[in-house]
Every structure is written in C-alpha cells, then in structure tokens.
C-alpha cells in the first residue's frame, strides 16, 4: 500500500473476534534495524520478533506499534502484533 503524508486513514484493531474501527493520520512505516529488534530476545520466539514499525496520530496520542506485515496490498496493511492482534490500516 503506498502511504501518503498528511492522509486519512482507517484503522481497524483485532483482536480475536473483538473488533474496532477508527481514523488516525500521519501514517509512517519502517522496516526496524538489528538492534531495534535486541530488546525483544527471550521474551518471544525467533519467529514472532517484529521486523517492522508502524507509527500513526489516532486523534488522541501518537502510537508507535512493533510487529510483523501479514498482508499488504494495494489498499490494505495488516501488521500482526502476536497473540491474536492486528492492526489493518486502509486509505480513508
């Protein structure tokens, strides 16, 4: 998905059957360096370790979310959290 500066879009956090949409601006994605990723170690699986960052201004604080893309096409975004959790981010 190509994110944009200064653009609207939806957020829509999951966790198991638990849904819910919102709006947030600012959207910045990064892949996260070696060392970023240190502070993870021992606390989950080689496999779980985020590999990416996602920031974003949800209208009440700047979020900053570690986890790992599951999907990304045109018009979507899915960054899994681990135990359950995602975010999906979509053009407004």
Do not use: S
């Amino acid at each position: 998905m190509q994110i944009l500066p200064n653009r609207y879009y939806w957020v829509i956090m999951r966790h198991g059957d638990w849904e819910k949409r919102g709006r947030c601006i600012h959207l910045r994605l990064k892949e996260m360096a070696p060392e970023e990723k240190t502070g993870y170690e021992g606390t989950r699986e080689q496999n779980e370790l985020p590999t990416h960052q996602v920031v974003f201004y949800d209208f009440e604080v700047y979020r900053v979310l570690e986890g790992k893309i599951k999907k990304e096409t045109e018009d979507a975004l899915v960054l899994e959290l681990g135990k359950g959790k995602e975010y999906e981010f979509r053009p407004f």
